[in-house]
């Protein structure tokens, strides 16, 4: 069943603001609290990678499976389930080199490693905070013996990663969570990390209307505007229809080098 998603509103706007919290008055008093923490840590950390850093060490302190969105643990589990078994799904292979982009606390990350062979998956996240969960989740799960690799990063520039190396690049909720100039560096770059013939995918939020954010943590955007923005890089980009009926909010794009 696929999860019903809401293409055209603006949620920016004042209007849909006020009838929100109209519909859902037990909603105001976390959303106030939420947008007074993101405008003072937007006012300590001006761009953006340092205030989502900050984000991430905030909700991080709280719950880490809550900080990758994830509201219980049943919902982390099954999260997880469903981005790999989509790569399973799309030919992942165990002996494939894979890079996690804001691999997070391992939500789906330790599933990868369990899979890849041994030294295969690397994973890079800009918070310091969820990186110590992702070491948690590896010990937990008793995965120590796959030695992966989990690297903080300062950008999306790559450029401590050699060339053609990584048959798969994946980064789910990550554009979701990034303005254009964040999505343009990445994608500047992330074809001279893949292997050939190898791929790169990702998850936006997805929009038919107006592009737009909500408290500098949730971006919306048009598919076009994203396969646009790869084709200027050299990149081929199209619309993964069958993650459409996966039971997540976010949409998916595939990319390949052209």
Request: aromatic letters at 10%.
């Amino acid at each position: 069943m696929a999860s019903k998603k809401n293409l055209v509103t603006n949620r920016a706007a004042l209007a849909h603001k006020v009838r929100y919290a109209l519909g859902h008055p037990h909603r105001i008093g976390p959303y106030v609290k939420r947008a007074a923490r993101d405008r003072w840590l937007a006012f300590k950390h001006p761009d953006h990678v340092g205030y989502y850093r900050a984000v991430m060490a905030s909700d991080t302190r709280r719950n880490p499976e809550a900080a990758v969105g994830s509201q219980t643990h049943d919902r982390w589990l099954a999260l997880g389930r469903m981005q790999f078994d989509y790569l399973r799904e799309h030919g992942l292979k165990p002996e494939y080199r894979m890079l996690d982009i804001g691999c997070g606390n391992l939500r789906a990350g330790w599933r990868f490693i369990e899979y890849l062979d041994a030294g295969n998956y690397y994973g890079i996240d800009i918070s310091p905070d969820i990186l110590v969960a992702a070491k948690q989740t590896l010990t937990t799960q008793g995965l120590q013996a796959k030695l992966p690799h989990l690297t903080i990063t300062q950008n999306l520039t790559l450029d401590f990663l050699p060339d053609a190396h990584f048959d798969v690049v994946h980064a789910h909720s990550v554009f979701s969570h990034s303005p254009i100039e964040v999505i343009d560096e990445c994608l500047a770059h992330v074809g001279r990390v893949l292997a050939p013939g190898g791929f790169f995918d990702f998850t936006f939020d997805r929009t038919t209307g107006s592009e737009h954010h909500v408290l500098r943590e949730d971006f919306y955007y048009r598919t076009e505007t994203l396969v646009d923005l790869a084709a200027r890089h050299g990149l081929r980009a199209r619309f993964m229809d069958d993650w459409e009926t996966r039971r997540h909010g976010q949409s998916k794009i595939r990319v390949t080098a052209s």
